[in-house]
Each structure stands twice: as structure tokens, then as C-alpha cells.
């Protein structure tokens, strides 16, 4: 089966084919197996029993593994242990505009951020905030996460949630400030999925221009994607901050290319097998895919608004 996304040509998918992640993965997977081949060997070969003629003999030496060394991870642009700013829908597209699969569609309500973790070991994610270029109050989106451990490839997505009852809520599958999810969200990519509730229409992200700001748990600004006319974020002297502009978008998220790639438009994204009758959307929450960390799968599609 192909990649889901990847004929409708999904920036997850983009720079590495299905097949090419899965031969990634399956690289991964094979060189563990032939150490753990080996480790047993080792054991066994160590293990003291009646020698018989044969086992007499020194041991043939084995040569070292022909499987191919795994591609090395994509570099981050933030320093372990931050999670990563990936995709942004601030212009909730007029039509087809559900992006939190309540079954409405709210201006500020359906608007994301999406998170991931990059590295190569766990990261926790409590403590961390996101706000926009609002000040504190009323107006501003901010939301700031409950404890979490986010394991390599792992994707966190954070609803605006106002006026929204998404599906999951009742069963503990979307989290919130004071509680995180119970389990991963299989209509979002398998992602940890959060509501924000902010609380008006106001405390939303600006089409024309603002930015999402990620604080790290001592508040230390780690990493901003601004867009539109917003001007950058003020920012302590010689403090060192991943800045990012973000290209203006209307009616569409705008993602990462890559993990190492910059920020760009949506490209129109349907999940395999839902037919060309299915509508294309114009953003994935909670999907996106790191060769070499992500499990293909256990990435269910994303279904996006019917
Ligand atoms: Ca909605
Ligand atoms: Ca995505």
C-alpha cells in the first residue's frame, strides 16, 4: 500500500516516497534485530556446556553486518529537548473548514498548531507554552501544556477549541490545559490532541498578521513563526530564538516542508482510499511524518471534514 497523501502530493511525503520511508523504517528495524542477533550469539557461544568435537572448534568469526547503516535523523532546528513547530491553520478556510471534525466549522475554533518531537529520545512537554502576538489577556491565545512525555516522531496537536465540542472530549482522547489526553487521537494522525477553549473569537490567530511563540517551561522563548504584517517578537538581548516568517495564507494552513525546510502553503491533501469525491484539504492535523521516526504504520489518515 502506498503512503497515504503521497498522490496528492502531502509535504510529509514529499522529499521521501512511502516506499523510500518504509525501506527507511525497515533499515532501522533490520540493523536492531542483527545486534540483538549478535548479542545472543555472543551469549551462546558464551554459555559453558559438554564441548562436543565441533563445538571444540573456534568459533567461525562472523563478518560484520551487510544491512545498510540508518540514515541519520533530519538536524533539527531546535536543540534537544524542545518540541518543534510544524504546521499552523490561522485562516479556517471558508469551505471545508472543520478542521477539528465537530461538525461546524468556527473561525477561531478550528484553527491548530501542530507540534513534533525531532529527536532521538523522549522529550516532556509540560511546562511549555504557545501564544500569539496578542497581549496577555482576553485577546491572546495561549495555552500552556499539561505533563506529557512526547517519544521520538510523536505529534502534539493544540485546538484554538472556541465554541467547539470535538469528538473525543467526553472520552478523554482530547486533552486540555489541566489534563492531558488519555491516549493518542486516531482521527488525528495518532497525534496527542489538545482544546485550547480559549474563550472568545478574539483570543484567536490573525489572518492579516501575528505569530505563534513557543515558550519553553521557564517561559524562555524557543522557537516563533510569524506571518503577514506582524513585526517580530521582542526578544531579551543576545537571546537566541528560532525566528521563522511564515507565508501569508488564506483558507490554508502552511507546514513545514521538512523537518530542516521552512514553512510554506498546504498543498491540497487526501487521504488514500477516500475517493476523488472526497473533498481536499487544505491542512493534516496531526499528521506529518519524519523519515526514520515515524511508524507508518501506525499513522491512521487523516479523514479531514465531510
Ligand atoms: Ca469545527
Ligand atoms: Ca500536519
Redesign the pocket.
Known sequence: MAARGDREGNPNRSNVSGAGVRALLRGRTIVYPDDMGWMLLSLMLSVPGRPTSEEAQPPTPVPPSTAPAPDPLPKSPVAFPHPLLTEILFSVPTKNG???L?G???TA??EFVELINPHDKPIKIGGYTLHDAAKPGKSQFRFTFPALTLEPGQVVVVFNGHE?KIKGEQEGTIGDAATPPRRQHPEFGNAWTFTARAPSTRAGLANGGDYVMLLDPRDVPVQCVIWGEAEDPKLPVGHRCLLERGPDAEGVSIQRRSVEGQFAEHPPFRAEGLGTDSPLMPYSPGVFVVPGLTRLEDLPPYRGAR
Open positions: 472543520d478542521a477539528n465537530d461546524e466549522r468556527q475554533g478550528d467547539s
